[in-house]
């Protein structure tokens, strides 16, 4: 996700008593990374990327959350009176638009 930190990289250092962060902050990984000052860490915080995603992705989770509770409502109340075939048509339908 090239990000580091929920703010930033040196949200790590307060947690870690120290200045380094995971070596998965680095911009070029290698092994212990992170614990060369000198090295360029990731600035943007990962609690945006997060954000962004979910932003970008909600369509596609409404989705899956909707298919879920036909399914759940369905097999709850034993009364699926639409074919199979339909149900899968009708998420495909949901998936792309």
Known sequence: WKC???IAYTDWHETLKEKVVPDRC???????C??????????????EKVEEWLDENKHLLGTIGMVILVVQVGVTKNYFILPPRFLLSFCICLATC
Do not use: K, L
């Open 4 to 6: 580091c930190g929920v």
């Open 34 to 47: 992170g614990r060369n000052s000198t090295n360029m860490f990731w600035n943007r915080g990962c609690f």
């Open 26 to 32: 680095c911009q070029e990984h290698y092994q212990n």
